[in-house]
């Protein structure tokens, strides 16, 4: 004789039956497998059958407080709605720029927010809203709860022992600080910084306390993807000349003559005239081609008529000097690019910080910022050098300054591990 299988049914499916809500849980096919004896038996039975059965009762509030929402059509739609907020405004400000940093910048009003609200919304959940993950609440849970004096920025050194120490973070603000230094470029003010050896850190770590003390970064304009510039691959195979003006506090306009290097990025000779001359141009280019003496040469210019003329075609045509000049973007597809950042440095990093009344004051300060471009002014396009530098033949190496990166590590790893506040000791 065969016998069919018992069905061993779960305690919830019958506590859900004895407080009548069986109805409301289960699916309709679910419900018809259940035989209507069972189902009699089990609405019949005393709540006190089971150990801790009050449990129970604590569930079934939950389930009614749900029944109450769901029937109230108006609270319902009320929470849809503002889920509905809530996921428009998280995918507009994913798309803002900068809005992780001001959430970084906000990060103990976020966390005090998340833990006062996260009994009634999962932590999981609040998260999406700010668009950080739970590694990254951690870590600034961390920094907020667990502060220590003996760090700069208060993080404590046993849980960021990557940090850097208190005092390589004062040697960088000393440099961001430094008047000689105030409107050279960060980068430059980096490397003048590790040649120094007051800092041992990558370039990323000192934007990022930068950042952190107060020292925004300048605006920077991504290259087109068609950008293709000239290259050179030795000092005095490519010679480049501009010209660019300036205005003195009596209003007068300054023609300042450039030509510099391409490789190398020195500035080989300038000249201040009233106005763009063929000229000066000329005087320029005889007086490097002498000191330099470059076996061969090329000159890059634009198409302005103090860079073609007589003059100068007259120079370089004779039969003393080895030099082909091409017109930028007509001779070749190469801008002037190169010497026109160059008049630019010159301009917004010194020129336009300085009080320089006249033609006389400009002529006299010019020496000072030329010397200090070539021969102080580190560049991350030059490995670290300065112009001065890689014109002299001096190989572009970053590598040459940074090689003490690792054991600089291993000591900030060390004494970060074993200096520790009171609260973590």
Same mark, same amino acid.
């Given at each position: ?20 809500? +069986? ?30 059965? %009050? ?6 509030? @939950? +389930? ?9 059509? !108006? ?19 994913? #798309? ?8 970084? @910048?906000? $990060? ?9 609200? #996260? ?34 920025? %208060? ?14 973070? *004062? ?10 230094? *105030? ?11 590790? =040649?120094? @050896? ?12 930068? =950042? ?24 005095? %195979? ?14 007068? !306009?300054?023609? +300042? ?28 280019? $005889? ?5 330099? #003496? ?65 033609? =006389? ?27 001065? %530098? ?9 590598? =040459? ?25």
């Amino acid at each position: 004789m065969k016998t069919s299988k018992r069905q061993s049914w779960d305690t919830a499916i019958k506590h859900l039956a004895r407080h009548n809500l +069986i109805k409301d849980i289960l699916p309709p096919d679910t419900l018809k497998a259940i035989p209507s004896s069972n189902l009699s038996r089990w609405r019949n039975e005393p709540d006190d059958k089971y150990v801790h059965s %009050e449990v129970n009762h604590l569930v079934k509030q @939950e +389930i009614d407080l749900i029944k109450r929402i769901n029937q109230s059509s !108006k609270i319902k739609n009320i929470n849809k709605a503002y889920f509905r907020l809530c996921d428009t405004f998280q995918e507009v400000i994913s #798309k803002v720029k900068g809005v992780k940093s001001f959430v970084n @910048e906000q $990060k103990e009003l976020v966390i005090n927010s998340i833990e006062e609200i #996260k009994d009634v919304i999962p932590i999981e959940n609040a998260l999406k809203v700010f668009s950080i993950s739970r590694g990254t609440y951690q870590n600034y849970k961390s920094t907020i709860i667990h502060k220590c004096e003996s760090s700069y920025f %208060e993080w404590c050194r046993k849980r960021f022992p990557n940090q850097l120490l208190p005092d390589e973070v *004062k040697q960088i603000k000393l440099y961001m600080t430094n008047d000689s230094f *105030k409107y050279w470029s960060k980068a430059s003010i980096y490397l003048k910084a590790l =040649r120094d @050896e007051k800092i041992k850190s990558s370039l990323s770590t000192f934007y990022k306390y930068c =950042r952190l003390l107060g020292y925004t970064n300048n605006t920077f304009k991504k290259k087109a993807d068609f950008y293709n510039p000239v290259i050179s691959s030795k000092p005095n %195979e490519l010679w480049c000349a501009d010209v660019t003006i300036f205005k003195t506090r009596d209003n007068e !306009k300054h023609h +300042i003559h450039f030509l510099i290097d391409h490789y190398s990025k020195k500035i080989l000779g300038y000249r201040v005239d009233k106005k763009s001359s063929g000229y000066a141009i000329t005087s320029l280019l $005889k007086d490097a081609y002498l000191r330099y #003496k470059p076996e061969r040469l090329q000159l890059l210019t634009d198409g302005g008529s103090e860079n073609v003329n007589s003059l100068v075609s007259g120079f370089v045509n004779s039969k003393a000097v080895n030099i082909k000049h091409n017109i930028a973007q007509k001779d070749v597809v190469f801008s002037n690019s190169m010497v026109e950042s160059v008049n630019k440095v010159i301009k917004h990093q010194f020129l336009y910080h300085l009080e320089i009344t006249n033609t =006389r004051s400009l002529k006299k300060i010019l020496p000072e910022i030329i010397n200090i471009y070539n021969t102080e002014r580190p560049q991350m396009s030059l490995g670290g050098n300065t112009p001065f %530098e890689t014109q002299n033949g001096l190989s572009i190496q970053l590598s =040459r300054y940074t090689a003490n990166f690792h054991e600089q590590k291993q000591l900030r790893l060390l004494k970060n591990k074993n200096t520790g506040c009171s609260k973590c000791l």
